[in-house]
């Protein structure tokens, strides 16, 4: 049975609970602390003085003894039959609504203390359930660790300090670490861990007889070097903080402009950046070291993950599903910033009290309050130096030009007095006018054409025939390619009335721009008086389209026609066209004579009275202000115009999808129009929209004992300053979490497991260290030693640990078989992009080019409304997407098959660690997916180029794709297949072997 | 979160073991890589619970299961329950008069005309004597076998929000979907083919694309499989792609060689079991290719038959303009290549109809005019779920097969521009028939509006549906968990209560 939700009904208890007496063998207050722990667990969420659901509260005596909706929780004179007990008791109780039932000796407890009277002592208040407790492996601080002393037989074995801590333990467990690998082994284990590419032959046989003492140290040096190391752990990075190239959710639309943050996570590791710098750029570079290019791009952190386009660009911050939108927006980005920087998932405490870890909801909006400012937009900023520098120094001429321009136009005001004073007031209040009726109804919009002379028209049917003498057409206002005011407005036109609606005969041209070009008049409205004329139709007629992005539309904002009592005829007039893309509410024909768009006043009234005033306005100061100071003036604004020609002149600005302050338009305004004032941020009541409770200033979680939780800011702090805040407090010295978090990252990539196998849960649901000791002793060596990542992976790649061997054993397979204590190294399956870039670059196609924007290996149609991304089109041999897979444009809705079938991360959710799995359709995709078809048969082309025979060919490919020779049976297994089917077919079986997409 | 295990208070070191040895199983690292596989493949000499198949989680079901296979039909664009199931005889007679809900209400697009009647006639059918309209009269033989819900309600008006939360049962990406569940928990029953096959609209996918299916954080071989029939590459990969090297003879002889040369090496480093499973996995794959396209050979079907999924029209194009034929045509050959797979021990069929927003309209999102879109995509529809219902009941099959019938919401009884209908989040239809659905029932009505459920303190949500399905499949919803940065996560969330009601 479904139980249906029986309200409790609103009623005074009047009898005293006290006169029903109770039993004697249990201390009543004492019998309270037991109920009130079980009602605090299991009943508050949903019955508190915030949320009392079904009308009823249990957080204090008076509020549980009124009741609820459908009476009295409790019955005074019969307390075994009061409507609490039969609630929560029976075969299948009603309460908890939508968890288990309370437990048999739970409702024993709370059956005897009603039966006792149900005292509850005045003073007593419950509230929700928290933890407080920081007793825990991870929140405790960071205290120095000695290195164990190794057993003087084991001294020998020890190469860094990490292996004093692995063999201290292996001991422990009567295991023994396993010998060192030999250098074939290394040097293939070395490259695709720290570069992700195979090394060539030559490299090998180099490093094979490289007898110097320090080889395989120069080896792991050189490796850092080169600039794919960064290609190689940006992507560890990116699975983290699920960076794609689209929105995701619905439509799924591109996001051209978010390769800046990935390059900057490349440079990142090639310049091998402190780390608390890292983390400082990414939650806050913008602020921290503002007008530089890392401070911009690594904001990206912020917006890489999914954004609901639809939520955000078509339904107002006003409605609801706005408001649940941009929500879980901010909960996306709280989320990935204390996942990937504390592993702690806060998020948890969205709609209650984290069970398990400090973190009360009031902790969680405080964070969300952080980025109460934000959202995910492109930002303007310049990515050449020169640019930015030269842009810099227009700028600061342009000011000094406009603070000029203040003195000499306080000069005007004080010798034009009164009357302008008036004028400017009207002219501002118009202007306010303007703001408020800014709505989504942009206007009408054509079919989208490739040809810019595409002719294209609107028109509209006054109904019956009637005297006009003025036309206004208005701009429509749509941020689309940031394009804004003016949006489609015909670059040539003509406007005609007739009383014919073919237009065929009866024709008079009131407008006629259709031999020049107009400048974009944005959404200035273009006032077109004539004669008085009688017409039932007017069409305007776009002889040469607007530029939208690389094609042409024709869109118009409003169209007004006065007659001589300056009353807009055409209103909610019937309007045709020859083709319209109708796309309500933002485009559609009606839009037209809607009565709505930028710049709209009350009437038609409001127009006239505009261009009266500016009227008025030039009239006063001709005949008021002196002729030095009209001068000057002069002077300025032809100087002002020269330098915002120079400015104009300038590069284009380039663009990066970051977490920002959003200035738009429509729907998506952002908090731009409010100076980038945080949005209030209430704690919401089982995370519903709907249920605001207190409001929350910024802060954070409370893991530093003896230090406030939330952040101390001045009243008039920026919003900048939270997101500053909150990074200083993850790079503080005394923060738990951050330098355990990155060294059990990094660990966890070299040795396929981390020293916590959950890295981005170091909470109670997680896991526990193998090797705490080991854990915190990395972690006060990182933090004090520099913040280096390279040198944090020569402490773990020159390692014995590291350069164990990775055979089992089948001894200590029965003591750990998951080798926890590492007694030997983890054989490694190869990730998809290693897969990939290395089946390119044995077969020698892989190009070197690094950074821009993303290759696409798909086919993009319909990308005007809802992209397609057609990957099965997309050609193989295509040059341009033969780069390395860090480069791959990321698409969220439909990951590439071939990719995503070799377990490449989901950029929709933070990836810790990656899944491997071995399934048919694997080896399907490996086998025939056009990718591998295509370069088994490159890779052969290679081969038959360089070698002469068969049997050389197939030792080269050996060498080239497992470093190693073939046996002299594997040699002729190969060839024979080469020689009867092709060389290609024993390529195809080479980029098949467990030995290539395993590192031993 | 899961209440259930928010419940304990610490974790204690047995249930820290437990979690270990499941991340294993699942995540696969340190050599258990082939778990899955390997148990699956093991799986042929095994005796288990004959419930549960190759691969499955659940190795014992928590009861007795009454169905076994589901197929799910989603309707991608917010299909209108009041144009289709769901009869309001208010709307008929109040046609065109200024609409009032009773409370102020939060439309969409802005777009709350007068009420808007349905514009095709409502008729009784069967036994049940269940109103439905013209467009889907094909499913009136069929209504003494199906259990309409009218109460169902969501959460946003947001399609790509709504879809993840009726696909998955969370608003937000990053969740394994129904199918991915099942296949997890239940397995396959023919290793030769995917336990989980997703048949999308030909116009390409719904609000969030292959996100509705993909495995989150489940282990990938609970992935959707991508079908789409009657096209030149009906399954990805299956064979080699267009090349001029590969011909039967080498690719026999390549095999040959790759599982020798394997061999080899696996001999070499004992112990991995991922080594072994992934030679499996290339003879699997090699089975694979021999089951799927007979699976997927709609010629070996008799006349009679494709006369009942309406593929007898004989016609290889279609008129440009949206039109039932067509509709009939592919939604048809979706259900008809559905039922081969079920009858081959597919577990979980998901057929899509309609894509995402796109001019002009190919999808339910009926905002301009509901006759012009809901008329073909409806007729379409029912003509092929009707005969896949009758089809699978000949054959026996229906008792323990699943039919679910649903979209991400609903749509407005007042009208947007005259001939179309604005979005309805806050009441909309599923209908359920087969394996274990008591037929002929109609439960929780909506209101006389069909703009809120009729009993608004007892709505009925996807958590509900979702707890049905798995309870009939033998699954108890709150159990079926898998770990997950810290959270417990099943299907239904926190929510979900078996619907009695709806159960034979």
């Known amino acids: ?1000 | 979160m899961a209440s259930d295990i928010m419940k304990k208070k610490t974790v204690s070191p047995s249930a820290q073991d437990r979690i270990t040895r499941r991340r294993i199983l699942h995540h696969a690292a340190h050599g258990f890589g082939g778990l899955a596989l390997t148990a699956m493949l093991s799986s042929e000499s095994r005796t288990k619970a004959a419930e549960t198949g190759s691969g499955a989680k659940l190795t014992v079901l928590h009861r007795p299961a009454k169905a076994k296979r589901v197929v799910q039909l989603f309707m991608s664009g917010a299909a209108s329950h009041l144009d289709t199931f769901d009869y309001k005889p208010f709307l008929e007679k109040n046609n065109g008069k200024e609409s009032d809900f009773g409370e102020p209400i939060e439309a969409f697009q802005n777009g709350l005309g007068p009420w808007l009647k349905s514009p095709w006639k409502f008729r009784p059918y069967g036994e049940s004597g269940k109103y439905l309209s013209d467009i889907v009269a094909p499913l009136g033989e069929c209504v003494d076998d199906m259990a309409f819900v009218h109460s169902v309600v969501g959460k946003t008006g947001v399609h790509s929000q709504a879809t993840y939360l009726q696909a998955t049962g969370f608003q937000r990406p990053g969740f394994p979907g129904m199918g991915n569940w099942i296949s997890y928990a239940l397995g396959s029953m023919n290793e030769n083919l995917p336990s989980f096959v997703v048949m999308p609209d030909r116009r390409g996918f719904g609000s969030n694309g292959t996100k509705n299916w993909s495995s989150a954080f489940l282990p990938a071989q609970h992935q959707g499989t991508l079908i789409r029939p009657g096209t030149d590459q009906p399954i990805r990969d299956l064979f080699a792609a267009k090349n001029d090297y590969v011909t039967d003879a080498s690719e026999a002889s390549a095999r040959g060689i790759l599982k020798q040369l394997n061999e080899q090496h696996a001999a070499e480093r004992q112990f991995d079991t991922r080594l072994e499973a992934r030679i499996r996995s290339y003879e699997l794959a090699a089975r694979m290719q021999l089951a799927a396209p007979d699976a997927l050979d709609l010629s070996r079907e008799p006349k009679h038959i494709l006369k009942m999924y309406g593929l007898d029209h004989g016609r290889d194009t279609f008129d440009e303009k949206i039109n039932e034929v067509e509709e009939t045509d592919y939604f048809g050959r979706k259900c008809l290549t559905a039922r081969r797979l079920l009858e081959r021990g597919v577990r979980f069929v998901q057929i899509w109809s309609g894509n995402d927003n796109s001019f002009p309209r190919r999808n339910w999102d009926s905002h301009e005019n509901i006759e012009r879109d809901h008329g073909p995509l409806a007729l379409g529809m029912s003509r092929g779920a009707a005969a896949l219902i009758k089809d699978l009941k000949q054959r026996g099959m229906l008792d323990d097969t699943i039919v679910l019938w649903t979209t991400e919401f609903g749509r407005l009884p007042s009208s947007q521009g005259g001939t179309g209908r604005d979005h309805n989040p806050f009441v909309f239809t599923n209908w359920l028939a087969g394996g274990g659905i008591k037929g002929g029932t109609t439960y929780g009505p909506s209101d006389q509006w069909g703009y809120k459920p009729l009993d608004r303190s007892n709505p009925t949500q996807v958590y509900d549906i979702h707890a049905t399905i798995l309870d009939l499949l033998g699954i108890d919803h709150t159990q079926l968990t898998v770990r997950h940065d810290g959270i417990d996560r099943r299907l239904t969330d926190v929510h979900g209560h078996v619907v009695e009601e709806l159960k034979s």
């Open chain 1, 1 to 1000: 049975m479904k139980p249906s939700m029986k309200s409790w009904s609103f009623s005074i208890i009047t009898i005293a609970l006290a006169c029903t007496g109770g039993t004697a063998d249990a201390d009543p207050t004492e019998l309270f602390d037991q109920v009130g722990s079980i009602l605090s667990r299991r009943c508050i969420t949903c019955h508190s003085d915030q949320d009392a659901m079904g009308g009823l509260s249990l957080s204090t005596k008076e509020a549980f003894l009124s009741g609820g909706d459908s009476g009295s929780a409790i019955d005074a004179a019969q307390p075994l039959d009061s409507l609490l007990l039969e609630m929560i008791s029976g075969p299948s109780p009603e309460m908890p609504k939508d968890a288990d039932a309370l437990r048999e000796e739970e409702v024993a407890l709370i059956r005897q203390w009603l039966a006792a009277g149900a005292k509850w002592p005045a003073d007593k208040r419950l509230e929700a359930q928290q933890v407080t407790d920081l007793n825990w492996w991870s929140l405790k601080p960071l205290h120095a660790v000695a290195i164990p002393e190794p057993n003087p037989s084991d001294a020998a074995w020890i190469r860094t300090p990490i292996d004093a801590f692995v063999i201290h333990k292996l001991r422990e467990q009567d295991l023994e670490p396993s010998a060192e690998a030999n250098r074939r082994t290394l040097i293939r284990r070395l490259c695709f861990d720290l570069v992700g590419l195979p090394p060539t032959p030559e490299r090998v046989e180099a490093f094979i007889n490289d007898s110097r003492s320090d080889a395989y140290e120069r080896l792991v040096d050189e490796l850092l070097e080169s600039p794919h190391y960064g290609e190689r752990w940006a992507r560890h990075w990116l699975d983290v903080v699920h960076y794609g190239d689209t929105h995701g959710y619905d439509k799924d639309k591109l996001r051209p402009n978010a390769w800046p943050y990935r390059d900057y996570v490349i440079r990142s590791f090639n310049s091998d950046r402190p780390y608390s710098r890292f983390v400082q750029e990414q939650l806050a570079g913008d602020v921290l070291w503002p007008n530089t290019i890392d401070g911009i791009e690594a904001t990206g952190f912020i917006s890489a993950g999914p954004w609901d386009f639809i939520g955000h660009a078509e339904v107002p911050e006003e409605k609801l599903d706005g408001q649940v939108a941009r929500n879980l927006d901010r909960d996306d980005m709280v989320t990935s910033t204390m996942n990937t920087f504390a592993s702690t998932t806060v998020q948890c405490a969205r709609c209650h009290n984290h069970k398990f870890d400090p973190v009360t909801q009031k902790h969680y909006y405080s964070l969300q309050a952080v980025f109460a400012a934000l959202d995910r937009a492109d930002q303007e900023y310049d990515r050449d130096p020169q640019v930015a520098e030269e842009r810099s120094r227009l700028r600061d001429r342009l000011s000094e030009l406009e603070s000029a321009r203040q003195q000499l136009e306080q000069s005007v005001r004080e010798q034009a007095g009164e009357e302008l004073v008036r004028i400017d007031s009207a002219l501002k209040e118009l202007d306010a006018q303007e703001q408020k009726d800014n709505r989504a109804d942009f206007g009408y919009h054509s079919q989208i054409e490739s040809k810019q002379d595409v002719v294209k028209w609107v028109q509209v049917d006054l109904g019956e025939s009637q005297q006009i003498t003025e036309i206004i057409l208005v701009g429509a206002h749509d941020n689309f390619n940031n394009i804004g005011a003016g949006f489609g407005f015909p670059v040539r036109y003509r406007v005609d009335a007739s009383n014919d609606a073919e237009f065929s005969d009866d024709v008079t041209r009131l407008v006629d721009f259709t031999d020049q070009d107009v400048a974009n008049p944005g959404t200035a409205p273009q006032t077109f008086s004539f004669d008085p004329i009688e017409t039932r139709y007017l069409r305007v007629t776009a002889t040469k389209l607007a530029t939208r992005s690389s094609d042409y539309i024709f869109a118009l904002g409003e169209l007004l026609a006065l007659n001589a009592e300056t009353k807009n005829v055409a209103a909610a007039a019937k309007v045709t066209a020859l083709d319209s893309i109708e796309a309500p509410a933002r485009w559609q024909k009606a839009n037209l004579v809607d009565g709505f768009y930028s710049g709209a006043t009350d009437s038609p009234e409001g127009l006239s009275q505009r261009v009266d005033l500016n009227r008025q306005r030039s009239d006063l100061l001709k005949k008021s202000v002196d002729p030095k100071t009209t001068q000057q003036l002069d002077d300025n604004q032809q100087q002002l115009a020269k330098l915002q020609e120079k400015i104009k002149l300038l590069p284009a600005r380039d663009r990066v999808y970051t977490g920002t302050v959003h200035s738009g338009g429509g729907a998506f305004r952002g908090r731009g129009h409010l100076g980038g004032k945080p949005r209030d941020i209430h704690v919401l009541v089982r995370g519903e929209i709907t249920q605001p409770g207190d409001a929350v200033g910024p802060g954070t979680i409370p893991i530093i004992a003896d230090s406030d939780w939330r952040f101390d800011l001045p009243s008039d702090h920026s919003e900048g300053e939270r997101r500053v805040a909150l990074a200083n407090w993850l790079v503080r010295h005394d923060n738990p979490l951050t330098w355990r978090s990155i060294v059990n990252r990094i660990w966890l990539y070299h040795f396929g497991r981390g020293i916590v196998d959950s890295p981005n849960d170091f909470g109670r649901m997680g896991q526990l260290p193998t090797h705490p000791e080991l854990l915190d002793w990395l972690a006060i060596w990182f933090r004090d030693q520099g913040q280096s990542i390279k040198d944090l992976h020569r402490m773990l790649v020159n390692s014995a640990t590291y350069r164990q061997r990775s055979d089992y054993r089948q001894d200590f397979h029965e003591i750990d078989a998951s080798n926890r204590y590492l007694w030997r190294m983890n054989r490694r399956a190869l990730e998809a992009e290693v897969i990939r870039d290395s089946v390119l670059s044995i077969s020698g196609k892989l190009r070197p080019e690094m950074y821009g924007p993303g290759f696409r290996d798909f086919v993009l149609e319909r990308p005007e409304h809802s992209p397609h991304y057609e990957y099965h089109k997309h050609d193989p041999t295509d040059v341009a997407t033969h780069r390395r897979s860090v480069y791959r444009f990321l698409v969220r809705s439909q990951q590439q098959p071939f990719m995503q079938t070799l377990d490449c991360a989901d950029p929709s959710q933070s990836v810790a660690k990656r899944d491997t799995t071995i399934t048919a359709i694997q080896a399907l995709t490996l086998m025939n997916n056009k990718f591998m078809v295509q370069m088994a048969d490159d890779f052969a082309i290679r081969l038959e180029t360089a070698d002469e025979s068969p049997s050389e060919q197939i030792r080269s490919a050996y060498a080239l794709a497992i470093q190693r020779s073939p046996s002299p049976e594997e040699v002729e297994l190969l060839t024979k297949l080469a020689e009867e089917h092709g060389m290609a077919n024993a390529c195809r079986v080479v980029f098949n072997l467990n030995e290539f997409l395993f590192i031993d």
